[in-house]
Nanobody
Framework: QVHLVESGGSSVEVGGVLRLGCTSSTITFSRYCMGWFRQAPGKEREGIAAIDVSGNTTYADSVKDRFTISKDNAKNTLYLQMNSLKLEDSGMYYC????????????????????WGQGTQVTVSS
């Protein structure tokens, strides 16, 4: 059973923008720490953004000031707004749900999240 479904991945040029979405019919996002991870070919999966139940957010240095994580509790949807995209932003992007509480921050640890989506591909080209 798929609990998290990502959308919005696409091919875009350097400097472009994308917005990823993540929805679920079984997990209520307002109750859990939610995060976005990405994995580039040949690299480990890295946590890039997380949001707690109060709406507090944290970001990896690689995306800080360019990406924004948010959620719409009424729509039960998690978003990742990605601006000023770079070649190194290419990869598979995953939505993840954690426990009731996030952290400790600032590191976004894969082991803090137990439910994962199947991913959506983002390709940035010059």
């Amino acid at each position: 059973q798929v609990h998290l479904v990502e959308s919005g991945g696409s091919s875009v040029e350097v400097g472009g923008v994308l917005r990823l979405g993540c929805t679920s019919s079984t997990i209520t996002f307002s109750r859990y720490c939610m995060g976005w991870f990405r994995q580039a070919p040949g690299k480990e999966r890295e946590g890039i953004a997380a949001i707690d139940v109060s709406g507090n957010t944290t970001y990896a240095d690689s995306v800080k000031d360019r990406f924004t994580i948010s959620k719409d509790n009424a729509k039960n949807t998690l978003y990742l707004q990605m601006n000023s995209l770079k070649l190194e932003d290419s990869g598979m992007y995953y939505c993840a749900a954690g426990g009731r509480y996030c952290g400790p921050w600032p590191r976004i640890r894969e082991t803090d999240f137990g439910v994962w989506g199947q991913g959506t591909q983002v390709t940035v080209s010059s």
